[in-house]
C-alpha cells in the first residue's frame, strides 16, 4: 500500500489556507435579503402582546414575522420547539420575531424597534427544582418537567454489591461548554420560481435534515434541495436543525427573495447549543484484587427549554458506564428535566466526556482502596478481541490494553507515578483515563449506511461522489487516499464530491464517528467494483490471466511490467466495442442493529478505545493546573492517513483539555454571563501542551482497510485523566469541571492541603 | 403512455419567464476581473509593433497580454489559429491583446490604449482569388490557400449523364449569417489555490471542450472542470473553443484572479462564428419520367482567415447530395480556400440549408422540364422505409414520402399549384421543399454515446444525471419525460443534471441532432434497469409474478391494483434486509460507424426527414416577398413532446425564414458592415407567417420510444422551398440569398418581369 498509513495534507487544505475558501457567510445571491431573529428578554415569560409596526417602518425591512404570520409547527426531538414562539417564552435564546431586510444592520434595527410585552412566570433553573412536586410546569402537558427518563440494566446490581470488597460512591457535576465554531450558525433558504427551496445549509446531516425540514415548513422533502457550503466547524453542533433555519424558510416564502442568516458571535454564544451539562451520581465496586463488581449510575440531565440531541447522550452514555472494562452488573438512571436555561445539542463525544469523567475518577479511587496502581487496575478489567459485554456490544477488535501500556509508557507512567514530583510550592502528578466509544457508527436510525458513485473518466480522472458530509474531519480526504490507492493512482487524480443532495446518494450524515468506517467501506465497495471492471477488461484485452494484475502508479501492472495505462484502458473501453463508461455505485450499511427498548443490541460494527495519560503541574498558592503532557495511545484500527489522524488527536485532546481546565458557557438564571472569546476561556495555542501520540493498529476485521472511526474519541477522556493527575499531584479528588485556578484553589483549601490566604 | 408526446412545459421555462435564470453575465465572483480583447483594425497585415505601456497606466489594469507573454499554441480543426496573434493579422477579428482589469470599462480604456503599428499585406476576399496562382499566402506553409478539400462519388457520374433525358446546371450563392444569441459569448475562467482551472463556459461540447482546452493552455484535462451556466442560445455556434476562450485562461493565470469575459453585442456581430458562405455549381439530371440519374457537385468554401468547422460542413452537405431522394451517380468535390474574411462555425443545420438549397432547387428544375408537378417528381424519387443509399446511409425509417403529401395537403399544394394567384401587382406562388438530415447524431468521433446515472430517493424523487447538454433545446425536459414515463412518475418528480463534468458522466455534447436520441436511449437504458430493480423487488416483497407488475402514477401496479407506493417500496429496500439504493448507470453507444476516408458509412443510425411547403406572395413593384404560411411535415420517429416539438419546428423554420429573407451578415472587403441588430435584420415577431405542422411518426426501431432528433431539421429545407415559391408565384428563379426586395425587383427586372422604374 502506497497510500494508506501516509502523511497526506488535507484536499481542502490549500483553499482554507490561501482564504479562497467561501464560507456561506461570504455568499451573496442575487436578490438576497439579510434575516435577523429578535429573541427574548426573559426566561420564562407569557407573551402579552407583540407590537412589529415600528419594525416595518424602518427602510428596507421586507418582512417582519412573528408566530401568528406562521404556520408554526412544532419540531425537534421532544417535538417541544416551534420557529417562533407565540404565546411563552422558555429560554433566553427564544425567537419572538423576524425580520428580512435589504441589509443586516436594516433587520437589526427593525428587531430592536419591536416592542414585546411579557408577564414574567415563575422561572426553574435547575434540575432539582424542576423535579419538585408543585414546581411551575414549562411545558403545558409534559407533567412534572420530565420529558425523558432512561433506564438500562445489566445482570444484578444488588449481586454484584454482595460480591464487592470495595465500593466507591460520588457524584460528578458537568458544566455548559458552547463549541466555539470558527463559523457562526448560518443558513440560505431562496425558492426557485416554480416553489422548490434549495437551502444552503450548513447541517451535518442533509438527508435527515431535508426530511425534517419539509414537515416543519410544510414542504414535501423532494421538493427540498440541501446544499453543503465549506463549514466553519461543527463538532455535532449541526445535527439538529434549529429555529433559525425554517425561520430563514419562512422569511424568504414571505418575501419571495432569498434570505440568509448569519449569527453574530454573540448570538452564537448564547443561541446556539451546548454540551449537555449534568449531575452524576455514581457508585462502582470491585473485588478484594480490583476486579470490578458492578457500576451503577443515576443522572441528572438539565434539559434546558426545549429538547434538542442533549437529551438523548444517554445513549451513548450508557456504554461506558456499562462496557468501559469488564462490568458484570450494570445499572443507569437517568431523568432529563426542562429547565429555563438554555438547551443542549450534540457535542464531539456525545455524553462520553461526562459518563467517562465519572467511571474513570472511581477507577482511580478503586485502585486507591485496592491499594494497585491505577494502570494495574485497569489492565485486570480490560476486554480483548472478541468479547461481548453486558450491553451487547460485540469487540470484533479491542486494542484497549495496548493503548493502557502505550500511554503509560509514553508518559513514563511507572516512574513518573510512584513518586508524585514536588518543586516548592508547585506538584507535579500523572493520571490516566481510557475511553470506549463507538468506532462504526451507530444505528439509532433504521439505516446507518451510505452510497457511493465512483466514475473514472476518459483522462483516469476518477470521480468518487459520497453521501457523505465533510465538516472539516476531513473525511475527503480519507476517502479520495482509499480510492486512489484500490485504483492505483496518485491522490490528485481523484475528486470527492460531497455536498449537494440532488447530486450524491443517501447517507445518515457525519455523527457517531462513521464516516471514515461506513463512507469508507462504502466508497471501497464502488472502488473495488470499478477495479474488477479494469482488471477483467484487462485481462480479456491483452489475454492474460486476471489473477496476475493488479493497479498501481496509474497503470495496469503484471507483477512489475506495465501492460498499460489506466487512462488507456478506461478510453479503450469507451471508444471500442460495444463502449462502457467505468462508472460503480454500491450502498454500504453496517452490520450493527437497532437496540432494543432495553437499549440492549451491538449498536456499532466496532468500537474504538483509547488511553490517556496525563502530567500535570498543579501551583498550590494559586490553584493554576498546567498540563506538561499528554500521552495519548488510540486503538484506530489502522491508520488511514497519519497526518489528518494527528490532526484529529491533538484536535479532540485540546477540546477535552478546554473541557478539563477553561471552558465553562456560564449560565445564571437562564442568561449567559461570558457570551465572547474575551470571557470564554478557550485555549490558545501557547497553552497547549506536547502531545504525544501512539496509533494501536488492530486491523479491524469488518473496517475499510482495518480501520475504525476516531472522531470523537480522543476529546472523551482527557478531563478524568486530569482530574486523576491532580489528584495524584494534591491527593484532592475533584468531581467538578472545570478545574479553573478558583475552583482548584478552593479545594486545596478545603482539603486542607494550602490555606486559605483570606483567612 | 401518459407522458410521451404530451404537452408538457420546459422545465427551464418558469426560471427563464420569471428572471429567476442568472446567465453567466450576471455572474459575479469574488475578486473576478473583466477581460476585454483588443482586435485588429486591419484584415491583412503584419504586426510591426504592439506598445503595452499606455494600457499598464489605467487604474484597475492587472494585465495586459500580448502573444509575447503566453505560450501561443495552435489550436482549432486546422491548427492555424491561436489565442493571440504575434507576427500577423488575418482577418478584422484578430486578437492582438488582452486586458484584466477591476472593471470593464477599465479594460475597454486599457485596449483602447494599446497602439499597434501594422504593415498592410495584400488582401484576398474571395475564394476565386484566393485560389489563383500567385495569390498571396494568408498562412506560411499552406501552399495555395487551400487547407481542405473534399472528394466523395458514388456510381458513375459518365454513366448517370448518359442515362439521363434532362439535365440542370446552374450555381448557387449562399451568405454569411450569425446566430445571434440572446447571449453573447462568454466565459469565466477561475484557477484554485492548487492550480485546478474551473470554467464557466457556454460550451456545447463540455468534454471534447476539456480535452481541447487542455491542449492550448498546457494543462492535464482532469485538472479542468466545465461549468455550463444556463446557455442563452447556442445554435452551433458552441461548439469550437474560440481565442477569447484560451485568452481568459491566461488572464486568469497572470493575475491569479478569476477572470470573465463578455462579448458585447457588437463584438458578437464581428467576431463570432457564422454559417459557412459558399458557392455551389451543380448539375443535376433525371429520365424522361423524371427519375434522377445523378448529381455533379462542385463547391467553394469561403474559410476565411483561420479555420473552424464551418470547414466540414461538407461531411453533412454531401449527405444531402447523394441520399436526398434516390440518386443513382454522385460526385462531391469542395474545396476550402483561405481568404481575409470572418471564418465560419457549425450553425444549425451544418451546411445542409446550403446543399439543399441547391439541390432542391434544381429537383423544380427538372420537374419543369420533365413537365410534371415538383411534388410528382419528388414523391417519384422518395425513398422508403429499408433502403440503404449510395453513401451507405442505411434508413431503418423513412417518412419521407408521408412527408411530402402532408405538406402538400397542408398547404392546399394541387389547387394552389395548378394557377398561380394574382392580385394586381401581387403573385402568389407555393414552392416546396424536402430535408434530409442526421437523426441520431454522427458518428464523427471515435465514440457518439452519452452516459446517464438514474437514482431514486426515499421520497420517491429521481435524480437523472445525464452527460448531455441542454443549451435550450429543452433537452432536459425531454429526458425527464423519457424517465418519468418510464418510472411512472410525475414530471415534478424527475430532477435532470447536466451542468458540470465533475458530476457528470461523458457525452460528445450537444450537436448533430443527437440529444433526444442518444441521451434519451442511455436515459432509458439507466430508467428501466431502474424499473426492473424495482419490479423485482416488490415481486419478492409481496409474492406477486413480476410480469403483471407494471410502475404507473407513483405506485407499484398489478393491473388497476396499488401493490405499493413507489416511494415506500424505495424506504423499504433502503431500510430493510442488506440495504439497497436505487442507482443505476448506463452508457448508450448508437449503431452508427465511422465513414470511412471516402466517406462512406453510416454516420446516424437513424435518419430525420421533412418536406416543407410555403406560400408566398411577391409584390412586383418592391420585389418584397411576404411568406403567407409554412406547411411543415416532419418524421419525428415518434413525438416525445408536442409543445416542445412545436417550439423547434416554429423556430428552425424562423431561422429558416431569416435565411431566405432577411439575414445576412454583409462583409465587404474583410469588415462587417451591419454588427448591429438595427442593420442585421433578424425577422421579429409580426414578420412570421402562419407555421402549419404535422409530425410523421415513423416509430423508429432504435428511436427511444421511436423518435428521433429534430432539432437541426426544422431549419434546413425553408429556403429552397422559398424559392420555389417565388420562382412558382414569378417564373424567376434565384439562386442567391437572402431574398431581399433589393435582390428580388433586380431579378425581375432583370427577367423582364417588371420594368426598371429608374430605366
Given at each position: 500500500?502506497?497510500?494508506?498509513?501516509?502523511?497526506?495534507?488535507?484536499?481542502?487544505?490549500?483553499?482554507?489556507?490561501?482564504?479562497?475558501?467561501?464560507?456561506?457567510?461570504?455568499?451573496?445571491?442575487?436578490?438576497?435579503?439579510?434575516?435577523?431573529?429578535?429573541?427574548?428578554?426573559?426566561?420564562?415569560?407569557?407573551?402579552?402582546?407583540?407590537?412589529?409596526?415600528?419594525?416595518?417602518?424602518?427602510?428596507?425591512?421586507?418582512?417582519?414575522?412573528?408566530?401568528?404570520?406562521?404556520?408554526?409547527?412544532?419540531?425537534?426531538?421532544?417535538?417541544?420547539?416551534?420557529?417562533?414562539?407565540?404565546?411563552?417564552?422558555?429560554?433566553?435564546?427564544?425567537?419572538?420575531?423576524?425580520?428580512?431586510?435589504?441589509?443586516?444592520?436594516?433587520?437589526?434595527?427593525?428587531?430592536?424597534?419591536?416592542?414585546?410585552?411579557?408577564?414574567?412566570?415563575?422561572?426553574?433553573?435547575?434540575?432539582?427544582?424542576?423535579?419538585?412536586?408543585?414546581?411551575?410546569?414549562?411545558?403545558?402537558?409534559?407533567?412534572?418537567?420530565?420529558?425523558?427518563?432512561?433506564?438500562?440494566?445489566?445482570?444484578?446490581?444488588?449481586?454484584?454489591?454482595?460480591?464487592?470488597?470495595?465500593?466507591?460512591?460520588?457524584?460528578?457535576?458537568?458544566?455548559?461548554?458552547?463549541?466555539?465554531?470558527?463559523?457562526?450558525?448560518?443558513?440560505?433558504?431562496?425558492?426557485?420560481?416554480?416553489?422548490?427551496?434549495?437551502?444552503?445549509?450548513?447541517?451535518?446531516?442533509?438527508?435527515?435534515?431535508?426530511?425534517?425540514?419539509?414537515?416543519?415548513?410544510?414542504?414535501?422533502?423532494?421538493?427540498?434541495?440541501?446544499?453543503?457550503?465549506?463549514?466553519?466547524?461543527?463538532?455535532?453542533?449541526?445535527?439538529?436543525?434549529?429555529?433559525?433555519?425554517?425561520?430563514?424558510?419562512?422569511?424568504?416564502?414571505?418575501?419571495?427573495?432569498?434570505?440568509?442568516?448569519?449569527?453574530?458571535?454573540?448570538?452564537?454564544?448564547?443561541?446556539?447549543?451546548?454540551?449537555?451539562?449534568?449531575?452524576?451520581?455514581?457508585?462502582?465496586?470491585?473485588?478484594?484484587?480490583?476486579?470490578?463488581?458492578?457500576?451503577?449510575?443515576?443522572?441528572?440531565?438539565?434539559?434546558?427549554?426545549?429538547?434538542?440531541?442533549?437529551?438523548?447522550?444517554?445513549?451513548?452514555?450508557?456504554?461506558?458506564?456499562?462496557?468501559?472494562?469488564?462490568?458484570?452488573?450494570?445499572?443507569?438512571?437517568?431523568?432529563?428535566?426542562?429547565?429555563?436555561?438554555?438547551?443542549?445539542?450534540?457535542?464531539?463525544?456525545?455524553?462520553?466526556?461526562?459518563?467517562?469523567?465519572?467511571?474513570?475518577?472511581?477507577?482511580?479511587?478503586?485502585?486507591?482502596?485496592?491499594?494497585?496502581?491505577?494502570?494495574?487496575?485497569?489492565?485486570?478489567?480490560?476486554?480483548?478481541?472478541?468479547?461481548?459485554?453486558?450491553?451487547?456490544?460485540?469487540?470484533?477488535?479491542?486494542?484497549?490494553?495496548?493503548?493502557?501500556?502505550?500511554?503509560?509508557?509514553?508518559?513514563?507512567?511507572?516512574?513518573?507515578?510512584?513518586?508524585?514530583?514536588?518543586?516548592?510550592?508547585?506538584?507535579?502528578?500523572?493520571?490516566?483515563?481510557?475511553?470506549?466509544?463507538?468506532?462504526?457508527?451507530?444505528?439509532?436510525?433504521?439505516?446507518?449506511?451510505?452510497?457511493?458513485?465512483?466514475?473514472?473518466?476518459?483522462?483516469?480522472?476518477?470521480?468518487?461522489?459520497?453521501?457523505?458530509?465533510?465538516?472539516?474531519?476531513?473525511?475527503?480526504?480519507?476517502?479520495?487516499?482509499?480510492?486512489?490507492?484500490?485504483?492505483?493512482?496518485?491522490?490528485?487524480?481523484?475528486?470527492?464530491?460531497?455536498?449537494?443532495?440532488?447530486?450524491?446518494?443517501?447517507?445518515?450524515?457525519?455523527?457517531?464517528?462513521?464516516?471514515?468506517?461506513?463512507?469508507?467501506?462504502?466508497?471501497?465497495?464502488?472502488a473495488n467494483e470499478a477495479k474488477a471492471k479494469l482488471l477483467t477488461a484487462a485481462a480479456d484485452l491483452y489475454e492474460l490471466p486476471k489473477g496476475e494484475l493488479s493497479l498501481s502508479g496509474g497503470f495496469?501492472?503484471?507483477?512489475?511490467?506495465?501492460?498499460?495505462?489506466?487512462?488507456?484502458?478506461?478510453?479503450?473501453?469507451?471508444?471500442?466495442?460495444?463502449?462502457?463508461?467505468?462508472?460503480?455505485?454500491?450502498?454500504?450499511?453496517?452490520?450493527?442493529?437497532?437496540?432494543?427498548?432495553?437499549?440492549?443490541?451491538?449498536?456499532?460494527?466496532?468500537?474504538?478505545?483509547?488511553?490517556?495519560?496525563?502530567?500535570?503541574?498543579?501551583?498550590?498558592?494559586?490553584?493554576?493546573?498546567?498540563?506538561?503532557?499528554?500521552?495519548?495511545?488510540?486503538?484506530?484500527?489502522?491508520?488511514?492517513?497519519?497526518?489528518?489522524?494527528?490532526?484529529?488527536?491533538?484536535?479532540?485532546?485540546?477540546?477535552?483539555?478546554?473541557?478539563?481546565?477553561?471552558?465553562?458557557?456560564?449560565?445564571?438564571?437562564?442568561?449567559?454571563?461570558?457570551?465572547?472569546?474575551?470571557?470564554?476561556?478557550?485555549?490558545?495555542?501557547?497553552?497547549?501542551?506536547?502531545?504525544?501520540?501512539?496509533?494501536?493498529?488492530?486491523?479491524?476485521?469488518?473496517?475499510?482497510?482495518?480501520?475504525?472511526?476516531?472522531?470523537?474519541?480522543?476529546?472523551?477522556?482527557?478531563?478524568?485523566?486530569?482530574?486523576?493527575?491532580?489528584?495524584?499531584?494534591?491527593?484532592?479528588?475533584?468531581?467538578?469541571?472545570?478545574?479553573?485556578?478558583?475552583?482548584?484553589?478552593?479545594?486545596?483549601?478545603?482539603?486542607?492541603?494550602?490555606?486559605?490566604?483570606?483567612?
Amino acid at each position: 500500500m502506497t497510500l494508506i498509513g501516509a502523511r497526506i495534507p488535507k484536499l481542502d487544505g490549500p483553499g482554507k489556507a490561501t482564504g479562497e475558501t467561501r464560507y456561506l457567510s461570504d455568499l451573496e445571491v442575487p436578490g438576497m435579503l439579510h434575516g435577523v431573529i429578535r429573541r427574548s428578554d426573559r426566561v420564562h415569560a407569557r407573551i402579552v402582546s407583540v407590537d412589529v409596526s415600528k419594525a416595518l417602518e424602518v427602510s428596507g425591512v421586507h418582512a417582519v414575522l412573528t408566530a401568528r404570520d406562521i404556520v408554526n409547527v412544532p419540531f425537534g426531538h421532544g417535538k417541544d420547539n416551534t420557529p417562533l414562539k407565540g404565546d411563552r417564552v422558555r429560554c433566553i435564546r427564544d425567537e419572538i420575531a423576524a425580520v428580512a431586510a435589504e441589509t443586516e444592520s436594516a433587520a437589526a434595527e427593525a428587531c430592536r424597534a419591536i416592542r414585546v410585552e411579557y408577564e414574567d412566570l415563575p422561572p426553574v433553573f435547575t434540575v432539582e427544582d424542576a423535579l419538585k412536586p408543585g414546581a411551575p410546569e414549562i411545558h403545558a402537558g409534559r407533567a412534572g418537567n420530565l420529558p425523558f427518563t432512561y433506564d438500562y440494566a445489566h445482570g444484578d446490581v444488588a449481586q454484584g454489591e454482595a460480591d464487592s470488597a470495595h465500593v466507591v460512591e460520588g457524584e460528578f457535576v458537568l458544566q455548559f461548554m458552547t463549541h466555539c465554531c470558527m463559523g457562526t450558525s448560518a443558513i440560505l433558504a431562496a425558492f426557485d420560481s416554480e416553489g422548490r427551496l434549495t437551502l444552503t445549509s450548513l447541517t451535518q446531516v442533509p438527508f435527515l435534515y431535508r426530511r425534517d425540514m419539509a414537515a416543519i415548513v410544510g414542504m414535501s422533502p423532494e421538493d427540498i434541495r440541501v446544499i453543503q457550503p465549506p463549514i466553519g466547524g461543527a463538532f455535532g453542533s449541526k445535527l439538529d436543525i434549529y429555529p433559525f433555519e425554517p425561520i430563514a424558510v419562512h422569511l424568504a416564502r414571505a418575501t419571495r427573495r432569498p434570505v440568509r442568516i448569519v449569527f453574530s458571535r454573540h448570538e452564537e454564544f448564547v443561541s446556539s447549543p451546548t454540551r449537555q451539562p449534568m449531575r452524576v451520581r455514581l457508585r462502582s465496586g470491585c473485588d478484594g484484587k480490583g476486579r470490578l463488581t458492578f457500576r451503577d449510575a443515576q443522572l441528572w440531565l438539565d434539559n434546558g427549554g426545549y429538547t434538542s440531541w442533549g437529551a438523548t447522550t444517554p445513549f451513548v452514555m450508557m456504554q461506558t458506564f456499562s462496557s468501559l472494562y469488564r462490568v458484570p452488573h450494570a445499572r443507569f438512571h437517568t431523568k432529563v428535566a426542562y429547565t429555563n436555561n438554555p438547551y443542549s445539542g450534540s457535542f464531539r463525544g456525545y455524553g462520553n466526556l461526562q459518563a467517562t469523567f465519572a467511571v474513570e475518577s472511581q477507577l482511580d479511587l478503586l485502585a486507591e482502596k485496592v491499594g494497585v496502581d491505577p494502570l494495574e487496575l485497569r489492565l485486570m478489567n480490560s476486554q480483548e478481541t472478541g468479547e461481548k459485554t453486558g450491553q451487547g456490544l460485540e469487540f470484533v477488535s479491542c486494542g484497549l490494553r495496548d493503548c493502557l501500556e502505550s500511554a503509560a509508557e509514553m508518559s513514563g507512567w511507572r516512574a513518573k507515578r510512584a513518586s508524585p514530583a514536588l518543586k516548592g510550592n508547585v506538584r507535579r502528578g500523572v493520571g490516566m483515563a481510557s475511553m470506549l466509544h463507538v468506532g462504526g457508527g451507530a444505528k439509532i436510525y433504521r439505516s446507518d449506511g451510505c452510497g457511493s458513485v465512483v466514475s473514472i473518466d476518459d483522462f483516469g480522472k476518477v470521480t468518487l461522489v459520497t453521501g457523505s458530509t465533510d465538516i472539516g474531519q476531513g473525511s475527503e480526504t480519507v476517502l479520495a487516499q482509499m480510492v486512489a490507492e484500490v485504483l492505483g493512482v496518485a491522490m490528485d487524480r481523484v475528486k470527492v464530491i460531497n455536498s449537494d443532495t440532488d447530486v450524491k446518494p443517501w447517507d445518515v450524515g457525519v455523527h457517531a464517528s462513521r464516516t471514515s468506517y461506513v463512507a469508507g467501506n462504502s466508497a471501497l465497495l464502488a472502488a473495488n467494483e470499478a477495479k474488477a471492471k479494469l482488471l477483467t477488461a484487462a485481462a480479456d484485452l491483452y489475454e492474460l490471466p486476471k489473477g496476475e494484475l493488479s493497479l498501481s502508479g496509474g497503470f495496469i501492472m503484471r507483477g512489475a511490467e506495465k501492460v498499460d495505462a489506466l487512462d488507456k484502458l478506461v478510453r479503450t473501453l469507451h471508444f471500442t466495442g460495444k463502449g462502457e463508461l467505468l462508472v460503480t455505485h454500491s450502498y454500504f450499511e453496517p452490520a450493527s442493529v437497532k437496540q432494543d427498548a432495553g437499549f440492549f443490541g451491538n449498536v456499532s460494527p466496532t468500537y474504538a478505545f483509547g488511553t490517556h495519560a496525563v502530567e500535570v503541574e498543579v501551583e498550590l498558592d494559586t490553584g493554576q493546573v498546567r498540563v506538561l503532557a499528554v500521552s495519548a495511545a488510540h486503538d484506530v484500527g489502522k491508520v488511514l492517513n497519519a497526518m489528518s489522524l494527528e490532526g484529529q488527536i491533538e484536535g479532540g485532546v485540546v477540546m477535552g483539555l478546554g473541557y478539563s481546565l477553561t471552558e465553562e458557557l456560564k449560565i445564571r438564571e437562564g442568561k449567559v454571563l461570558n457570551p465572547s472569546f474575551r470571557d470564554y476561556h478557550l485555549l490558545t495555542a501557547p497553552e497547549v501542551p506536547p502531545i504525544h501520540f501512539k496509533a494501536i493498529e488492530t486491523e479491524d476485521p469488518s473496517g475499510p482497510f482495518g480501520a475504525k472511526g476516531v472522531g470523537e474519541a480522543p476529546a472523551i477522556c482527557v478531563a478524568a485523566a486530569v482530574a486523576n493527575a491532580v489528584h495524584h499531584a494534591t491527593g484532592v479528588r475533584f468531581t467538578e469541571l472545570p478545574l479553573t485556578p478558583e475552583r482548584v484553589l478552593n479545594g486545596l483549601i478545603a482539603a486542607g492541603v494550602v490555606r486559605d490566604p483570606l483567612a
